[in-house]
């Protein structure tokens, strides 16, 4: 598990910054979100509690917001609201490979229908990450303890994560994740685990979910990831010489994704304001409705 080196903000190998949100704050990333990405997640769920994993969730902060803005989505917003949230914003672009079937197969009776039915869906949140400081930090200002879980994970122990991940799906008996984020986490995954434990990340992810939301990180996050530690004094990262996948790693991991996991690409919600796209994916086993 990761420690913090003398508590400072940038020394940070895993991505476990102790004061993240106050530099990028979850509105950064929730003001992306079009009410259309919750009608989604919503639909053939209305018999069920729908379940959310957040992987590299920091202290939880925008991993409570995500509940919260779920639930006001499930309990208040009208139609027409969500339409009008939708034209707000537009997703900057939007896959080749999903798009059509998206607009052939949900008329705007369905998806009112969809909206109408599934408006009191129950939402459960299970936040990971690798730091048990934050997490602690997390468990501790978590109000919402009926619906959102917080527990320590390295995600990459194969151990760790059947025992986590099953027992938490276990509890609803259920299989699957509805959705996972993976806010700003696969260049960590990559510069600790090189080439080969990003695709296995993606592989795993991939398998444990229905729906993928990704915020992949360019090749420029690394060089100044590099560039932070070097200017604490620290020693940089042993594999980042060793990685092959440089340049083209957000084209790799879109790649691996739809050729070799079995996700589709369903929308672009636009980018941040550090450039960093979120993109939704869906598992192609289940019909895309």
């Known amino acids: 598990m990761a420690a913090h080196d003398e508590f400072s903000p940038g020394a940070a190998p ?13 509105e950064n990333r929730l003001k992306l979100l079009p009410a259309d990405f919750y009608t989604i997640l919503k639909e053939n769920c209305t018999d069920r509690p729908l379940l959310g994993l957040d992987i590299g969730c920091n202290s ?7 509940l919260e ?6 309990h208040g917003d009208s139609h ?30 369905d998806s009112t229908a969809a909206l109408q039915t599934s ?3 129950d939402f459960h949140m299970l936040g990971c990450d690798i730091d048990n400081i934050l ?10 303890t009926d619906r959102l879980t917080f527990q320590s994970l390295d995600y990459m122990s194969t151990e760790q994560r059947q025992e986590t991940l099953g027992a938490y799906l276990q509890r609803f008996g259920r299989t ?10 696969t260049m960590w995954i990559h510069l600790q685990n090189g080439d080969s434990g990003l695709m296995d990340f993606l592989r795993s992810v991939s398998g444990w979910t229905r729906f ?13 990831a590099g560039r932070r530690l070097r200017k604490l004094g620290r020693e940089g990262f042993p594999l980042l010489g060793t990685l092959q996948i440089r340049s083209d790693v957000e084209q790799v991991i879109d790649r691996c994704l739809r050729e070799e996991c079995g996700m589709m690409r369903v929308e672009t919600f636009g980018e941040t304001q550090w450039g960093r796209k979120l993109v939704l994916y869906h598992s192609k086993e289940e019909e895309l409705l």
């Open 69 to 74: 803005q779920f639930s006001s989505h499930s």
């Open 14 to 26: 895993f991505g476990n910054f102790i004061n993240y949100y106050s530099f990028n704050p979850p």
């Open 212 to 224: 993928l939301l990704l915020e992949p990180q360019p090749w420029k996050c690394y060089r100044s």
């Open 176 to 185: 699957k994740f509805d959705v996972t984020f993976c806010f700003s986490v």
């Open 135 to 144: 997490i602690q930090r997390a468990a501790e200002n978590n109000r919402r």
């Open 119 to 121: 408006q009191h869906t």
């Open 80 to 109: 027409e609201d969500s339409t009008a949230a939708l034209q707000t914003n537009k997703p900057h672009e939007e896959s080749e490979d999903s798009t059509a079937a998206l607009q052939s197969s949900r008329s705007p009776e």
């Open 60 to 66: 939880g902060d925008l991993t409570a917001a995500l």
